[in-house]
């Protein structure tokens, strides 16, 4: 057992400084005070002044209260029955079932060994045209959803979860509403896939410190399943209410801030949980899929132009519908063409082509300019377009959708008009279609 502090000597929101030796950074503690205890985190040392943030806040604590170091930083449970539970920031449990026996894990450890990844090559199916089709996602990618509130992002996390192949699924849940939190769990479960999802959720009502937690229990959850050969498929929502809480903590520590009062260590914090992202060779792997709510739709505040330096890309959430031009997956070319039909990356290009073309139409339009035959061709295409494949109530395999994608074109253009190989329309244009123009 640990020596016992007597004496806080200052507290400041859910922040208490004290004096101590032989403390670690991260490293836990227990605040206890008349008839309660409370686990607290050691977050800063400054020689013998120790800073530590109260999990549960601060309420009902003093300075007269005994503060007692654990020697080890926090933990999580890890094992086959956390499938299908759901957890709070602290990683107690929250759906009524019993505390789990497995072993504790460390949490906010170091990334994987670069030396044991591997290139990633492996497709992870959404059933999500504008995912599967047009910004593919691959194993071990880290990939945020850029979008504002209001956006159905929750909706469009919650159907990857679904749908997704993957083994095991973790949400991460930092500052949710209630109605949030219970959409997230009323969908898995009657989906039929609860079984295969762990959730850790932190509410908008909880302590803001247990936000900073959930990533990391997340994260470190998903790299043991993953070194057991597990394919793990982590969301997270929302990193700016993540983010945001750092600045608070950061500001209640009086530290010096940086852009628009985030701290200075911003990229490496965020980093940090990014670069989780793993393909492990000869075992399974972490997929990375976050939400990054963007304040006033500005993708250069200082949390989405952070992670756009780490991540592999971005889906952008504009108008209810994933934006074919802002979103970029840039491990896509791994897989495209190669463990999809040969047709993909023609059609990919192609299609995205025409619907740029449909948009210099409309907005020929709309400044009054007079539209040629082509352009009603294009304006119906796009419309086409719009409806069959962007709209996100749509639910195609990635053959079907490609299929689909030779459909429409097949309804308004000629072969010679779309520009693809002569060998891909031989094989994949619509029989129909080339019965009516030999006739």
């Known amino acids: 057992m640990r020596s016992i502090i007597t004496k806080i000597k200052e507290i400041t929101g859910n922040i208490a400084t004290l004096e101590a030796s032989g403390v670690g ?4 503690a227990v605040v206890q005070s ?7 985190q050691v977050i800063r040392v400054n020689q013998e002044n120790v800073t530590i943030q109260v999990f549960g806040g601060t309420k009902g604590i003093s300075t007269s209260d005994q503060v007692r170091f654990l020697g080890h930083p926090m933990q ?11 957890f709070n920031g602290s990683g107690v449990p929250i759906d009524g079932g019993p505390e789990p026996v497995e072993e504790e894990i460390a949490i906010g450890g170091p990334s994987f060994n670069p030396a044991n990844r591997i290139i990633p090559q492996q497709m992870i199916r959404t059933n999500i045209p504008m995912i599967d089709l047009f910004n593919s996602l691959v194993v071990s990618q880290k990939l945020p959803i850029f979008s504002i509130p209001g956006e159905p992002y929750n909706q469009l996390l919650a159907r990857v979860g679904m749908q997704a192949e993957a083994d095991i699924i973790i949400l991460g849940g930092m ?7 219970t959409f997230f769990k009323r969908t898995f479960e009657e989906s039929g896939v609860m079984n295969r999802v762990i959730m850790f959720i932190h509410q908008a009502s909880d302590p803001v410190v247990e936000c900073l937690l959930v990533p990391d229990m997340a994260l470190a959850v998903a790299e043991r399943f993953a070194e057991a050969g597990q394919r793990v498929l982590v969301l997270l929502t929302d990193m700016t209410n993540f983010a945001d809480s750092l600045k608070e903590i950061s500001i209640s520590m009086e530290q010096i801030p940086s852009n628009r009062g985030y701290p200075g260590d911003l990229y490496s914090q965020l980093a940090s949980r990014y670069e989780k992202a793993v393909d492990i060779e000869g075992a399974g792997g972490i997929t990375l899929l976050a939400v990054t709510t963007m304040p006033g739709d500005d993708v250069t505040h200082p949390v989405p132009d952070n992670t756009g330096y780490i991540t592999e890309g971005q889906f952008y959430l504009r108008h209810g519908v994933i934006d074919p031009f802002g979103s970029l997956s840039r491990l896509k070319q791994n ?15 192609t299609m995205i082509r025409l619907y740029s073309d449909c948009r210099e139409s409309r907005n ?8 040629s035959k082509w352009d009603e061709t294009l304006l119906a295409y796009g419309k086409d377009f719009e409806t069959e494949l962007m709209d996100l109530n749509v639910n195609l395999p990635i053959e079907q ?14 072969p010679v008009q779309t520009g693809l190989k002569q060998e891909l329309v031989d094989q994949f244009w619509p029989k ?6 030999a006739a």
Not at 34 to 40: D, E, K, N
Not at 175 to 181: A, I, Q, V, Y
Not at 364 to 371: N, P, R, S, Y
């Open 432 to 437: 129909e279609n080339k019965e009516a123009q």
């Open 364 to 371: 020929k339009i709309a400044m009054g300019f007079k539209v």
């Open 335 to 349: 897989v495209v063409g190669k463990v999809t039909r040969k047709d993909h990356n023609d059609i990919m290009n």
């Open 34 to 40: 008349p008839g309660q205890s409370t686990l607290g």
């Open 175 to 181: 500052g949710l509403k209630f109605d949030d939190f």
């Open 25 to 28: 950074l991260g490293e836990l």
């Open 401 to 414: 959708a490609l299929d689909r994608c030779w459909t429409i074109l097949a309804r308004h253009f000629d």
């Open 76 to 86: 999580v449970k890890y094992g086959p029955s956390l499938m299908g539970r759901i």
